[in-house]
């Protein structure tokens, strides 16, 4: 299994809306990261959580909250987003550690109206 | 700061053509260097992965090179297919940290046609 599952692939939610992004991933890998897409553009990283501990935060607004409940699974909770906040957001994980392979999920396309 | 930078922005060939897409990175130091192809909405997917001292690596109809001393890489697609229409991103890992802390490019924008 090589697979990064990311649920829902579609959202779309208000400002005042709270929501859950969710990614799981079984290839054993202690490395999983959030990025954001705009259209167009190259991912931006958002966080990186390495042995479920937050390791990088790239000064993402608090509106956006990741969570790591264990090593399989990486979760953004998103509250009080603005539209601007609207895009592709992919997860992603890795072995923790240089030169491994880093695999990526679908995507969920986030709207915020 | 750490770029990378790549070229064309777009490109469009014929069903059956060779391309050739380049990528230039000032990160430094070094780790590797990836390829991943990216369709409109969907994950970008792993296409090949260098180290510094790897010169060339193959997969497939996809043929990457790299060199370290002047920092630029390619990726060689031969006898493309429809299927090849895709973004392509070249994306470089400097030796730093245990998570990888990737540098995209902006990629190349590839329309094969018949």
């Known amino acids: 299994d090589t697979e990064v599952t990311q649920t829902p692939k579609h959202l779309v939610m208000g400002m005042t809306n709270k929501k859950s992004l969710k990614c799981e991933q079984h290839m054993g890998h202690r490395a999983m990261y959030w990025y954001k897409q705009k259209a167009k553009k190259p991912p931006e990283l958002m966080f990186v959580y390495s042995y479920e501990k937050l390791s990088i935060n790239e000064s993402v607004p608090s509106r956006f909250s990741p969570e790591c409940p264990n090593s399989s699974l990486l979760n953004l909770h998103l509250h009080a987003l603005q539209p601007e906040d609207s895009a592709l957001y992919l997860c992603?994980?890795?072995?923790?550690?240089?030169?491994?392979?880093?695999?990526f999920g679908q995507g969920t396309r986030l709207t915020v109206v | 700061k750490n770029q990378v930078e790549q070229s064309p922005q777009s490109l469009i060939i014929l069903e059956g053509k060779n391309c050739t897409l380049q990528?230039?990175?000032?990160?430094?130091?070094?780790?590797?260097l990836r390829w991943y192809k990216q369709d409109t909405g969907r994950g970008p997917v792993s296409l090949t992965i260098?180290?510094?001292?790897?010169n060339t690596k193959s997969n497939g109809r996809y043929t990457a090179t790299l060199d370290a001393d002047t920092k630029q890489s390619s990726l060689h697609i031969t006898a493309s297919q429809l299927s090849d229409s895709a973004s392509y991103i070249c994306?470089?890992?400097?030796?730093?940290?245990?998570?990888?802390?990737?540098?995209f490019g902006t990629g190349t924008r590839l329309q094969v046609t018949l």
């Open positions: 990528c230039n990175y000032t990160v430094s130091p070094f780790s590797n």
């Open positions: 260098m180290t510094f001292s790897e």
């Open positions: 994306v470089v890992s400097p030796n730093t940290g245990t998570a990888s802390k990737l540098t």
């Open positions: 992603a994980s890795s072995q923790a550690g240089m030169n491994t392979e880093a695999f």
